[in-house]
Antibody, heavy 121, light 107 residues
Framework: EVQLVESGGGLVKPGGSLRLSCAASGFNFNSAWMNWVRQAPGKGLEWVGRIKSKTDGGTTDYAAPVRGRFTISRDNSKNTLYLQMNSLKTEDTAVYYC????????????WGQGTLVIVSS | DIQMTQSPSSLSASVGDRITITCRASQSISKYLSWYQQKPGKTPKVLIYAASSLQSGVPSRFSGSGSGTDFTLTISSLQPEDFATYYCQQSYSTPWTFGQGTKVDIK
């Protein structure tokens, strides 16, 4: 069964840091492009960033609101995706989902169940 | 950045109705367009990818069309389980962007 399980969410103060993890199973994680998407309470979906497979260069891209503060990385030996979040702001409060990316047409599937990050003093 | 504009933002419909949601990109995205369904408190689920390809396991009452800048999602006969919020998303160029969502509720 294809599965993505996020962890690491919680309450953090503005300016703080947090690292999210996403454990993948049931598919070839090594060759998958992976994403993070977030959803603020009561709001729509917002793409956070993407990391390509190592075969495709392992490069990352980020949305403007998080560029320079968030870093996506992967450990293929552990089938795990990470999101390092620094200099957190209250507007980063959201449920964070990891997703895999479909080949060629880049659709997002599957999705993890999400992990809630609350940035508040 | 490519902006994705969905319309309408919300609609009320009855079981059995045919509904159409549109999504317009601010520049051409070829067919790099996906549609997602999200029910309250649940994870989004892909319905359509490559503008018109039905994801495995998704009922055939869902269909997508379009290319370039204009796209549509159609539900041919709305079922009770289809009341949800629908999002389009472009993956032609980063930053990949979502539409603002269309909430479909019961009339």
């Amino acid at each position: 069964e294809v599965q993505l399980v996020e962890s690491g969410g919680g309450l953090v103060k503005p300016g703080g840091s947090l690292r999210l993890s996403c454990a993948a199973s049931g598919f070839n994680f090594n060759s998958a492009w992976m994403n993070w998407v977030r959803q603020a309470p009561g709001k729509g979906l917002e793409w956070v960033g993407r990391i390509k497979s190592k075969t495709d260069g392992g490069t990352t891209d980020y949305a403007a609101p998080v560029r320079g503060r968030f870093t996506i990385s992967r450990d293929n030996s552990k089938n795990t995706l990470y999101l390092q979040m620094n200099s957190l702001k209250t507007e980063d409060t959201a449920v964070y989902y990891c997703t895999s990316v479909g080949e060629l047409w880049n659709w997002l599937d599957p999705w993890g169940q999400g992990t809630l990050v609350i940035v508040s003093s | 950045d490519i902006q994705m504009t969905q319309s309408p933002s919300s609609l009320s419909a009855s079981v059995g109705d045919r509904i159409t949601i549109t999504c317009r990109a601010s520049q051409s995205i070829s067919k790099y367009l996906s549609w997602y369904q999200q029910k309250p408190g649940k994870t989004p689920k892909v319905l359509i990818y490559a503008a018109s390809s039905l994801q495995s396991g998704v009922p055939s009452r869902f269909s997508g069309s379009g290319s370039g800048t204009d796209f549509t999602l159609t539900i041919s006969s709305l079922q009770p389980e289809d009341f949800a919020t629908y999002y389009c998303q472009q993956s032609y160029s980063t930053p990949w962007t979502f539409g603002q969502g269309t909430k479909v509720d019961i009339k």
